[in-house]
DNA sequence: TTAATATATGGACATCCATATATCTAAATG
DNA sequence: CATTTAGATATATGGATGTCCATATATTAA
């Protein structure tokens, strides 16, 4: 079961904040996606995901050499509700919105793929 | 200016938690009806409401000798935004819902008298 | 003035947290 | 097999955080 204070505990972090925004309003991206997004070292990203895997606030995937990350879909409606509330309030700042246009400006590993295309890709930037 | 990531870590604590959303749903509240509400030291409490004022999360106004706490009306439409789906969204878990019932139980010093009244009134218990 | 009540704060303590560095695994490729 | 790349993890460290106890301050009552 989530605990209110947990979960704003996992929000409490730039870094987290800005990987659940954007995966909030992205829907799925891998960690060379949000490395490059939000300009931070991979092991650092890396962390903060495993953070908010293990506090089930993300759902990872394996494909190939890639791993996704989603909103887990068991969050409770309360979770997302604030989410959604967080990302309408805060898409306008100069700090989210720099994250967004980083990532479309890039073409890498886009998800969504099928196994075969992700498989015959270029590796990500 | 209130950085989000500041904001959540306000919100990362359950007794903080337990006062905003106490606050964001009854206007304005003294430190001995959130002491009772929330069923916690004086002290813990105190330091927690003085975090939230520093953070300006919270304003206070002492009248007599009670001091009154409520959300700080400079806060930005983003961050009232947020605590109040969380509160929409939370009001129903029995944590948050024994707070005001605790709260609506007790006869002390509300909010909302005049000056003459409050001070003529009986002590909070 | 003395007592009582409301609130704040100083100090001590244990715990947690973010970061950096380095290492490690797994997969893809030649 | 060797190399490269994506990603995870182990460890150490400096610093922040939550809580408690005791005490201090301020206001009101007697």
Redesign the pocket.
């Known amino acids: 079961m989530l605990l209110p204070a947990h979960f704003f505990?996992c929000l409490?972090?730039e870094?987290r904040l800005r990987c659940l925004l954007l995966l909030q309003r992205r829907g799925e991206l891998?960690?060379?996606e949000l490395?490059q997004a939000l300009q931070m070292?991979?092991?650092?990203i890396?962390?903060?995901?495993?953070?908010l895997r293990t506090c089930r606030l993300l759902q990872?995937r394996r494909q190939?050499?890639?791993?996704y990350y989603q909103l887990h879909p068991d969050l409770p409606d309360w979770a997302l509700a604030v989410l959604n509330t967080a990302a309408d309030g805060l898409v306008g700042q100069p700090m989210f919105a720099g994250d967004a246009g980083r990532l479309t400006g890039a073409a890498v590993c886009p998800s969504g793929w099928t196994d075969d295309e992700a498989?015959?890709a270029l590796?990500?930037a």
């Open positions: 505990k409490a972090d870094t891998c960690v060379c490395t070292s991979q092991p650092k890396s962390r903060h995901l495993a953070l990872d190939g050499a890639w791993v498989l015959g590796k990500p």
